[in-house]
């Protein structure tokens, strides 16, 4: 079964970045400068010769930074891709620009396991600001859109989110809402299989035991959710197409993100926990 959506093209391609025909997929030397399979540096000397800085920055030790065991979950999802937007964020002198999805569980009102996460979220973007001045800028998207479909009031998704977009902006963090990109987005996307696998439905219908409290089905709401990552992870692709995507799932769940943005699968709040902090209530501390 498929749906029927215009497709727009993304403002950059996803096809490997390429300089003078050869791909920029290669590999970290000693000295942690990113090389291409043809020995070339990435970005070029010549693009960072207006700021002579530059040239101290390597994408190496800033993937290191935040690619440390206290941080990461599993290995990163597409390392050289993410070594180029390293590379193209110091090239523009720009900070590394990190996206999450921020959802929402029972609760309407920002609560301790949140603050513990948002906490360890800064200290993952201070180590990579300790490698590379300019640091990083993270985006938290919340997730509205499956916040409704699993059956919360419009009060409650209001209040949750606010309280969180206070916090996280208190600690340099930037937010938007995943309803406001999809509606932006309009009807500038292709056609979207929502067949769903077999091994999906099952962790999702799991999930959804736990979680849906919508209209319908558990099944009925795991296929809903499923649908909706189908469309929501190329709109999110389209509007952030060289951001470094966090995510606190594991790998098993890849297809729900954008499928040409390099991911780093992280724990939430700590070293060895990985349970998302809107699931979790105050009464029972992790």
């Known amino acids: 079964m498929t749906a029927e959506i215009a497709v727009a093209p993304s403002p950059l391609s996803r096809e490997p970045v390429t300089d003078g025909g050869v791909m920029h ?22 693009a960072l010769h207006r700021n002579p800085s530059k040239n101290e920055a390597n994408p190496g030790k800033i993937l290191t930074s935040f690619n440390a065991r206290k941080f990461r979950r599993e290995q990163p999802g597409d390392p050289h891709l993410m070594l180029q937007f390293i590379s193209r964020a110091i090239a523009f002198d720009e900070p590394v620009p990190f996206i999450m999805y921020w959802g929402k569980g029972p609760r309407a009102t920002l609560a ?47 209040s949750y ?13 930037d937010t938007c809402w995943l309803g406001d990109l999809v509606r932006a987005a309009g009807s500038e996307l292709g056609p979207i ?14 999930s959804a035991r736990k979680w849906y409290r919508g209209e319908g089905t558990i099944e009925r709401g795991a296929l809903k959710y499923y649908q909706a990552n189908m469309l929501e992870k190329r709109v999110v692709e389209r509007a ?12 098993a769940l890849r297809s ?24 979790i209530s105050p009464d029972s501390p992790p």
Request: charged share 25%; proline share 8%.
């Open 25 to 46: 997929c290669g590999t970290v030397d000693r000295s942690g400068q990113y090389r291409t399979k043809a020995g070339n540096e990435f970005p070029p000397k010549e």
């Open 112 to 158: 301790d396991p949140d603050i513990e996460c948002i906490e360890f979220l800064n200290a993952m973007t201070r180590q990579v600001r300790d490698a590379y001045p300019p640091g990083a800028r993270l985006k938290l998207i919340f997730t509205d859109t499956h916040a409704a479909l699993n059956g919360h009031s419009q009060a409650d998704i209001r």
């Open 161 to 173: 989110f606010g309280e969180i977009d206070v916090c996280a902006r208190g600690r340099g963090f």
């Open 193 to 206: 299989d929502h067949d769903m696998p077999q091994d999906m439905a099952s962790r999702l219908t799991a």
């Open 240 to 251: 952030f197409p060289d951001s470094i995507m966090i995510t606190f799932n594991s790998s």
């Open 256 to 279: 729900l993100l954008p499928p040409h943005l390099p991911v780093f699968y992280m724990y939430s709040m700590r070293r060895g926990f990985s349970v998302k902090p809107w699931f």
